[in-house]
């Protein structure tokens, strides 16, 4: 398997669930991403981890919890959401975390919260 | 802080339509600047890129050009094809910034 692969595809929600979305890469990167894409909207960046230390964390509201336990997997972790937080959540990996590096997505998870 | 801009779709055109998508941004320095593209069902793949000025990027028949005259980075392609069909992300990355800012997306709709 190769590229950026996302788990699940698909999911639905209540709001007191708990669930939690996968990404892993199998290019070898150093520097992994979450990304919220909404319609109508830019790509919102979340979370950046570099070699597994979290980079950068853009106000992202505490019920998204990401964990990085090595290079190759990414997890996002999700509870008590809100409708608002419905949207295609996208994961990407890089050589490195500079942004001028080359990002490579994975197909997204389509989170719909009921 | 810096942005992209780029036109609202749906684009739609003819199979061998000409097409071109705007794109300007507004940043501070020498930006690098992308297209991603995004086609159904799939996460976004880079395109394109150009890292200075007057530098033009091209990839599977389309090219962009980034003219900081104008802060533009408009996308084209002479002939279109129904393949094409997919929502395009125009980014850029600058010294001020420590991540990729992308563009709202724009839909491109190719009919035979």
């Known amino acids: 398997e190769t590229g950026v692969t996302q788990t699940p595809r698909h999911l639905v929600m209540g709001m007191t669930n708990k669930k939690s979305l996968k990404c892993e890469q199998h290019?070898?990167?150093?520097?992994m991403y979450w990304y919220k894409q909404s319609a109508k909207k830019p790509l919102e960046l979340m979370f950046v981890?570099?070699?597994?230390?979290?980079?950068e964390n853009n106000s992202v509201p505490s019920r998204f919890s990401p964990e990085c336990p090595n290079s190759s997997h990414l997890f996002l972790h999700l509870h008590t959401l809100q409708p608002e937080d419905s949207a295609l959540y996208l994961c990407?990996?890089?050589?490195?975390?500079?942004?001028?590096?080359?990002?490579?997505f994975g197909p997204g998870t389509r989170l719909l919260v009921l | 802080g810096d942005s992209v801009t780029q036109m609202e779709g749906p684009v739609t055109l003819s199979e061998e339509a000409f097409l071109t998508i705007n794109c300007t941004y507004t940043a501070t320095g020498y930006p690098s600047l992308f297209w991603y593209v995004q086609y159904p069902g799939e996460g976004l793949q880079l395109l394109l890129k150009a890292t200075k000025a007057d530098d033009k990027g091209s990839n599977k028949g389309f090219e962009a050009t980034y003219r900081k005259e104008t802060t533009s980075f408009h996308l084209e392609k002479g002939s279109v094809q129904v393949s094409d069909s997919a929502v395009y992300f125009c980014a850029l990355s600058g010294y001020n910034t420590d991540k990729l800012i992308f563009g709202t997306g724009t839909r491109l709709q190719v009919f035979p």
């Open positions: 981890y570099s070699l597994e230390e979290r980079v």
């Open positions: 290019l070898g990167h150093n520097a």
């Open positions: 990407a990996s890089s050589q490195n975390p500079a942004p001028q590096e080359t990002q490579y």
